[in-house]
T-cell receptor, first 116, second 111 residues
Framework: NAGVMQNPRHLVRRRGQEARLRCSPMKGHSHVYWYRQLPEEGLKFMVYLQKENIIDESGMPKERFSAEFPKEGPSILRIQQVVRGDSAAYFC??????????????FGSGTRLTVV | SQKIEQNSEALNIQEGKTATLTCNYTNYSPAYLQWYRQDPGRGPVFLLLIRENEKEKRKERLKVTFDTTLKQSLFHITASQPADSATYLCALNTNAGKSTFGDGTTLTVKP
């Protein structure tokens, strides 16, 4: 079991370009969560998705950010027209439908976005 | 507003001692609470989960308590080792699905 796979690990974009971050959840997990972490800060919730549905996007900025989790393929977090303030580590986590006794979220290794 | 507070300072302890980390929350009614470990440059790793109707949970050298009256969870690492040095995050969950994380406490265990 490969765990949660995120790619790319590092992404450099110039201001105004688009950033596309990918996340493949663990096998058997149908729930995906995206979090953003700024240097020396905690994880901030962005969006919670199930296959083909956005369940909670209360943490997503209103503009330039979007997320999807299609029926086939990975979940995608898209940031359009990136600005320097978007530079951060973006983590994806997955979980099965119900949280079991000894099973929390499984996180990927993150994508570190640098906007230059 | 909802708030999660972990030890505001970094925690430094001597090897072999017990590390105790605190997670306090306000304006939440969590169904369960989780603790994670995060190493630099890595994603968080799940450690323990405790539900609202549980007082204490243990796993090897780890112990978590959950007091819904005090709105507090304590996370203990007994017989600490330098390899336990990391940032520890608490996360609260309602039954709505998402986890909300505290900012973490950085633990350093000195040999």
């Amino acid at each position: 079991n490969a765990g949660v796979m995120q790619n790319p690990r590092h992404l450099v974009r110039r201001r105004g370009q688009e950033a596309r971050l990918r996340c493949s959840p663990m096998k058997g997990h149908s729930h995906v969560y995206w979090y953003r972490q700024l240097p020396e800060e905690g994880l901030k919730f962005m969006v919670y998705l199930q296959k083909e549905n956005i369940i909670d996007e209360s943490g997503m900025p209103k503009e330039r950010f979007s997320a999807e989790f299609p029926k086939e393929g990975p979940s995608i977090l898209r940031i359009q027209q990136v600005v320097r303030g978007d530079s951060a580590a973006y983590f994806c986590a997955s979980s099965p439908p119900s949280v079991a006794e000894d099973y929390g979220y499984t996180f990927g290794s993150g994508t570190r976005l640098t906007v230059v | 507003s909802q708030k999660i507070e972990q030890n505001s300072e970094a925690l430094n302890i001597q090897e072999g001692k017990t590390a105790t980390l605190t997670c306090n929350y306000t304006n939440y009614s969590p169904a369960y609470l989780q603790w994670y470990r995060q190493d630099p440059g890595r994603g968080p790793v799940f450690l323990l989960l405790i539900r609202e109707n549980e007082k204490e949970k243990r796993k090897e050298r780890l112990k978590v308590t959950f007091d819904t009256t005090l709105k507090q969870s304590l996370f203990h690492i007994t017989a600490s080792q330098p390899a336990d040095s990391a940032t520890y995050l608490c996360a609260l969950n309602t039954n709505a699905g998402k986890s909300t994380f505290g900012d973490g406490t950085t633990l350093t265990v000195k040999p």
